[in-house]
């Protein structure tokens, strides 16, 4: 429960960290051409925003029924106003945010015209948080970490500046000091700084840039990728989501190629959150590693199916998966 923003119960919390954003959407209709340049007009029907990237995360673990909470920097400024007032309304706790004047809020703009993108528009400040701030934030993620003592951290990277070399390193020493599992959605600047975590879990875009082989959706060529992954990060599980192909899942004993579900795609927006976010619910559960995939395939396909950045509901996820595999919640 939350009372004022924070958490008044403190069983099996779960810190997500990384950066945060608001999601806007302008909705509407393109019926013709602007007069004035070759551009269409879109005749707007409905506005609305919601928390992205980290927030998302967060929000979609809050929706599995896990106590969570959000640490990330912010602006000073209205996109931060509008996240805030969101996780009051959900429920969320955002005792772990806190405010810079020296950055803007990360802010997302889509432009839709019958469910297709017509465009994005980006505001924000990508820079690294200065050392005062780095401080300043790992300070207070530790400050709650002594009351929550969470079960589980989440490293949410999005390349906007919140995870530093220095909160990388420092949360993950001290996450395999107690012993608690550390969950990876990396990005381009700092991925390989996750050495020994529990899980790593890159799309095939990401991982293709980073390694000095090219690979194809095949048993064997996936198995190598996942090996290169263990060499250099020393992790104990891999995931490399592969699109509508589905998503690869290897430990260092087994491997499974969890295939792409077959449905209509309407957004793949927030797909890699509601991935992530069911990795973690599932390590929590300590279900098996094929199910873990098989969890996490379906968690990215239920949120394909649906158009714009949505999150995962327990029961709903639950009624979804049941209809592909077997009993989710036994």
């Not at 709650?144 to 420092?170: E, H, M, R």
């Not at 239920?302 to 995962?312: E, I, K, N, P, T």
Request: contains cysteine; proline residues 3%; glycine residues 6%.
């Amino acid at each position: 429960m939350i009372v004022n923003g924070n958490l008044t119960e403190v069983n099996q919390v779960v810190f997500v960290v990384g950066d945060v954003m608001l999601d806007k959407y302008i909705l509407g209709v393109v019926n013709r051409i602007s007069p004035e340049a070759p551009v269409p007009v879109l005749d707007v029907s409905k506005k609305s925003e919601r928390p992205g990237g980290a927030a998302n995360v967060a929000l979609n673990l809050f929706g599995l029924q896990l106590h969570t909470i959000l640490f990330s920097v912010i602006g000073n400024d209205a996109p931060a106003v509008s996240l805030l007032n969101y996780f009051e309304k959900e429920g969320l706790s955002s005792e772990g945010i806190l405010k810079s004047s020296s950055r803007r809020t990360s802010k997302k703009i889509r432009v839709m015209s019958n469910g297709q993108h017509l465009l994005r528009i980006d505001e924000e400040d990508a820079h690294s948080l200065s050392s005062e701030e780095e401080k300043n934030f790992l300070a207070h993620i530790l400050s709650l970490w002594s009351i929550y003592k969470p079960i589980g951290i989440v490293l949410q990277d999005y390349n906007k500046g919140v995870l530093t070399p220095f909160i990388i390193k420092s949360l993950i020493s001290m996450a395999q000091e107690m012993a608690i599992p550390v969950v990876v959605d990396p990005k381009d600047v700092h991925f390989w700084d996750y050495q020994g975590v529990t899980i790593f879990k890159p799309n095939k875009k990401e991982i293709q840039k980073k390694i000095p082989f090219l690979f194809e959706n095949n048993v064997s060529d996936l198995k190598r990728v996942s090996d290169y992954i263990f060499s250099k990060l020393d992790c104990e599980i891999s995931v490399i989501t592969l699109g509508e192909d589905g998503l690869w899942i290897a430990n260092r004993s087994s491997c499974f190629w969890i295939k792409g579900i077959k449905q209509e795609i309407s957004d793949v927006s927030g797909a890699g959150d509601a991935v992530i976010s069911s990795l973690v619910w599932s390590l929590i559960k300590q279900v098996d590693l094929e199910t873990m995939g098989n969890i996490a395939n379906a968690a990215g396909a239920q949120v394909c199916a649906r158009s714009g950045v949505v999150s995962l509901e327990l029961h709903s996820f639950t009624t979804y998966y049941l209809n592909l595999y077997t009993v989710l919640n036994k």
